[in-house]
Each structure stands twice: as C-alpha cells, then as structure tokens.
T-cell receptor, first 113, second 110 residues
Framework: EPEVTQTPSHQVTQMGQEVILRCVPI?????FYWYRQILGQKVEFLVS????????KSEIFDDQFSVERPDGSNFTLKIRSTKLEDSAMYFC???????????FGNGTRLTVT | EDQVTQSPEALRLQEGESSSLNCSYT??????LFWYRQDPGKGPEFLFT???AGEEKEKERLKATLTKKESFLHITAPKPEDSATYLC???????????FGTGTSLTVIP
C-alpha cells in the first residue's frame, strides 16, 4: 500500500539553526499538509499546499516557516531559525481530493537544544 | 471557533470488554469527521470518514457512528493489539485544516 515517507526520522539541532524536513507524499495525491505534535498535546495544523501554493496556514506558521515542492515528488518544510519551542514531532500528510482523508507519514522528531 | 473534545482521556479495558469512545464537535458546517489510530512514535493511521448524521462505518472490531453533535467509536470485544491512542478530527466548510481532539488512550489488558 502506498505511504507517505518522511526523512529524517529524528533531527537534533541547535537553537538558531535552519532545518529542512523532507516528505514524499503518495504519488497521486494533490493536497499536502504539515502538522506538528508537541509531546502530550494535540496534533496541530501548520499549513496546507495545493496547486503549488499555500492554501491555508495557521498562526504557528510565521515568517520563520516555509514550504516548497521543489519537484514532482518532494514536499519540504523549512524552519529558518529554530527555537526551543519548535521541538515537536512534525507530520507530513497528503490527500487525493479535497474531502478525502489525510494520510500521514511517521513523522520527524525535531529536538532543538 | 471549531472545536473537538474527546472523552475519556484514557480507558483501560479487559480483553473482550466492549466500550465506546466519544468525540464531541462544534464546527461551522461539517465537511467530514475522521477517526485515526496513533501508535507511540508513529503518525496517525486513517480508520474512518463520516460525512453526515446517521452514517455508520465498520471495520473488524471497530464501528464509528455520527450525529449532528458527536461521534462514537465503538470497540467490540477488544484485543491487546487494539491498544493505541484514537484521534478524532473534523473538517469544516470554512477552511482546509483538520481540527484534532486530544485523543483517547486505550489500553486493552489480556
């Protein structure tokens, strides 16, 4: 069964450094998302992406965050200058259609020290 | 504001002891209610989508139902491998995002 793949599974970085989290969505999916989950808290929406542009973003997704689909398969989340509070599990998700369910990857655990 | 509340926060069942998990929601026009299972250190795994009140979906020991205010995930004769956190999410007519509840952590004891 096709799946969303994310790399790396764990990233440790120092405060102020840039990180790029990578995702390969399911190949025929058109809608792409980033969510995050701080330990013990709910899954929170960051951004949705469709037709090569951001379709919606949350208050969390400030100027330090950006997304890109550099080619036909990859979808990336960049954090320009990481903060301690950015430590979380970051999930990439994709869906085949607007009302369809999201399919999630297994996440990247980001630890900012 | 769109909101999702799940109860109970945690549930311990003996193997074979059936029960239900609740998801209450407030949303400006429901465009779908979704149930996911999440194992520790993993991403949410899709279980069901419900779109309108009265709809029911079933898969093995799980059955999801939907009313205008809440959804239930019924677990019949659970097994230890059903132990996981069950997440409910809703999508409204006003945006693209899915709003998640905090989940119910289910433990099934052999």
């Amino acid at each position: 069964e096709p799946e969303v793949t994310q790399t790396p599974s764990h990233q440790v970085t120092q405060m102020g450094q840039e990180v790029i989290l990578r995702c390969v969505p399911i190949s025929n999916h058109l809608y792409f998302y980033w969510y995050r989950q701080i330990l013990g808290q709910k899954v929170e929406f960051l951004v949705s992406f469709y037709n090569n542009e951001i379709s919606e973003k949350s208050e969390i997704f400030d100027d330090q965050f950006s997304v890109e689909r550099p080619d036909g398969s990859n979808f990336t989340l960049k954090i320009r200058s990481t903060k301690l509070e950015d430590s979380a599990m970051y999930f990439c998700a994709s869906s085949v259609a607007d009302r369809a369910p999201l399919h999630f990857g297994n996440g990247t655990r980001l630890t900012v020290t | 504001e769109d909101q999702v509340t799940q109860s109970p926060e945690a549930l311990r069942l003996q193997e074979g002891e059936s029960s239900s998990l609740n998801c209450s929601y407030t949303v400006s026009g429901l465009r779908g209610l979704f149930w996911y299972r999440q194992d520790p250190g993993k991403g949410p795994e899709f279980l069901f989508t419900l779109y309108s009140a009265g709809e029911e979906k079933e898969k093995e020991r799980l059955k999801a139902t939907l009313t205008k205010k809440e959804s239930f995930l019924h677990i019949t004769a659970p097994k230890p491998e059903d132990s996981a956190t069950y997440l409910c999410a809703v999508r409204s007519n006003t945006g693209n995002q899915f709003y998640f509840g905090t989940g119910t952590s289910l433990t099934v004891i052999p």
